[in-house]
Structure formats: C-alpha cells, structure tokens
C-alpha cells in the first residue's frame, strides 16, 4: 500500500517558524468542545483504486488515522465533519472555467458521473468509521469554507466551534484549500500530517511547510490526541 512518509520539517523551516512566532506549533492546547475534525474527501472516486476520476494512490492507508483522530474528537467531546465532494449541474455555470478549460471533456465527463449524489464514486470510503452523531456535509468546490461551496461555515459558527483539525485528501488539493480558508475566516487551523495525502511526497510535504510557516499549525495524530487530553 503506497503511504506518505512522516513530515519532519526542515531545521531551516523550523528556525524560520520559530523566529516567526516563539514557538514550533501554534496551538499547544486544544479545547474540545470548541474543535472540529473535518475530513476531506475520503470517498471512493479519490481513496479507491477504480472508484472514479481522482485515485490518489496513498488515500487509503490515512483510514486508521483517521479513524482514531475521529474516536478521539468525539470521546473528548469535539465535532466530526465528513465533507463530500459533491457535482451538481448548476456548477456547470457557476464554476465553468474549471468545468471546461481546466479539464478535458472526457475527464469532465467522468468528475461529474463520479461525484453526482447516489454514484459509488460519491459514497465515503468502507474502511471508514462513520458515526450516526457525525455531521455529512457536501461541497460543490475544492474548499468547504468558500462562499456557496457549503453550509460548513454557519454550522460551526453556530456550534461555537473556533479549532478545526483538517484530515483528508488531497493534502495539497481540497485540504490545502479548505484549511487555508479556515485560517483566513479566523479559526485556529490545524492540518493533520498523517492522516492526509497527496499524489506525491514531495507535493504532501511542500504543503505542509509552506502551512506551518504561514498558515497554522502541523502536528500528527498522537500529537493532536495529547493536546485534546485524556480520552475516556
């Protein structure tokens, strides 16, 4: 199974954070109550081999990462978010450049069979632990927090949720996208290194430093689950 090796930041990266803010991680507690895990795009069209029109080859092995990261969340009391990529026709309109300058006709073609409502390409990944008490939200762009991609946004707000935990794929993709989003409508943001993925290593990583140094935070699971406390 093709993984993405752990993410250890350069000691030049880490002088340059540090020199920047005092510190290496941003966020040294995580309170639980006010945390969401939100989870990119963990369905088949992406995470299984065949599944559709995005295969990203390292998806799958983030599944028990990001299974424990979503046990841990909601023992503490946090918040799951699974977000699904989601085609409708009116984006032929709305997004239409991506529709059809970014994209062959053919592989449009496929994107909008694989990510259309009751397709198996749109359904979340088997190896997923998904619970009744878990929010499904759909997006109809690369990021979930952009203005008419999805209602996630107003949700959290009105959870009085301020921490959002990002998981998912791709890291340099939607992940990317959604967590600098986050960042930008004042949530403290943190990108989970080991439970997201990309197409490559060196892609996954170099999102990952240029986030850290001017984003938000980076931490793996074990380090997320410490800052959010015991788990009971």
Not at 38 to 60: R, T
Not at 86 to 107: A, C, I, N, R, V
Request: charged content about 20%.
């Amino acid at each position: 199974m093709t993984t993405m090796r752990p993410f250890v930041p350069s000691p030049e990266l880490v002088q340059r954070v540090v020199a920047r803010r005092g510190r290496l991680h941003a966020f040294d507690k995580l309170d639980p109550k006010r945390t969401a895990l939100v989870v990119v795009d963990m369905q088949n069209s992406f995470v299984q081999q065949g599944g559709g029109h995005a295969w990203v080859p390292a998806a799958a092995a983030t599944c028990p990462a990001i299974n424990q990261l979503a046990s841990g969340v909601r023992s503490a009391g946090g918040t799951v978010v699974w977000i699904l990529n989601t085609y409708s026709p009116e984006s032929d309109s709305s997004w239409s450049h991506f529709h059809q300058e970014l994209s062959t006709p053919q592989g449009f073609e496929l994107r909008c069979r694989s990510m259309s409502e009751g397709t198996a390409g749109h359904a979340l990944y088997a190896d997923l632990k998904v619970e009744p008490s878990d929010w499904q939200v759909r997006k109809s762009l690369y990021s979930a927090f952009i203005q008419g991609a999805s209602d996630l946004h107003e949700r959290l707000q009105a959870q009085g949720i301020n921490t959002v935990l990002i998981a998912g794929t791709a890291t340099n993709v939607c992940c990317e996208c959604t967590a600098r989003d986050a960042m930008m409508l004042n949530y403290r943001t943190l990108m989970v290194s080991d439970a997201c993925s990309a197409m490559t290593v060196d892609e996954h990583e170099a999102c990952l430093a240029n986030f850290i140094f001017s984003f938000g935070d980076v931490q793996t699971t074990q380090e997320v689950l410490e800052r959010l406390g015991p788990q009971g």
